[in-house]
C-alpha cells in the first residue's frame, strides 16, 4: 500500500514533461484612448486626403460624421464634396460586418466623392476603435423616400 501511495505521489509530482515557463512582459497596455480623429477631405486633384483632427479622444462614428460636416477647419489645399449643413445630427448604428449612418444630407447635397468621404471617415474610426476592417457602410440619406446608398468599402 505505501509502494502505490508512493508511486502515485512520484507521478503527480513529475509533470507532464512539459519544462516551466517564464512570465514575459508583453510591454504597454493600450488604452484605448486616441487623441486625434481621421477625417477625410479631397486634395485639389480630386483624391481622398486622409487629415488628423485633434479631439483628445477618439469619440464616436457618429461624432466624427458630424465633424467631417463642418468641414475641413484649416487643412490647407482640401475641401469637402459634402454641402455645409446646420445640422450635423448624424445617427450611427453598427452590427456585425455594417455600420449604418442616417445623415441630415440629400443625395444632391453631396458628391460621389463627398460619399466616400463619409465611409471612409466612418470605417476609420470603427477600425481604430478595434471593428473590423471589412465591414461595409450604408447611407441612409433624410430626404423621405430615398434609397440607402451602399453598403460601400473605403476606396482609399
Avoid: W
Wanted: aromatic fraction near 2%; hydrophobic fraction near 35%.
Amino acid at each position: 500500500m505505501r509502494r502505490l501511495a508512493l508511486a502515485a505521489l512520484l507521478t503527480l509530482t513529475a509533470g507532464c514533461g512539459i519544462p516551466p515557463s517564464t512570465v514575459e512582459d508583453g510591454g504597454e497596455a493600450p488604452t484605448g484612448v486616441s487623441p486625434t480623429v481621421t477625417l477625410y477631405f479631397v486634395d485639389s486633384k480630386g483624391e481622398l486626403r486622409r487629415t488628423e483632427r485633434d479631439t483628445d479622444r477618439l469619440g464616436s462614428i457618429g461624432e466624427a460624421i458630424a465633424l467631417l460636416l463642418t468641414g475641413p477647419g484649416d487643412e490647407r489645399g482640401l475641401h469637402s464634396e459634402i454641402a455645409k449643413t446646420g445640422n450635423t445630427l448624424v445617427s450611427a448604428t453598427t452590427e456585425p460586418g455594417l455600420i449604418t449612418l442616417v445623415l441630415p444630407l440629400s443625395r444632391a447635397e453631396l458628391t460621389d466623392r463627398g460619399i466616400d468621404q463619409i465611409v471612409c471617415t466612418a470605417l476609420g474610426v470603427h477600425v481604430q476603435g478595434g471593428g473590423s476592417a471589412t465591414t461595409r457602410v450604408r447611407l441612409q440619406l433624410t430626404l423621405p423616400g430615398a434609397d440607402p446608398l451602399g453598403p460601400r468599402t473605403c476606396p482609399a
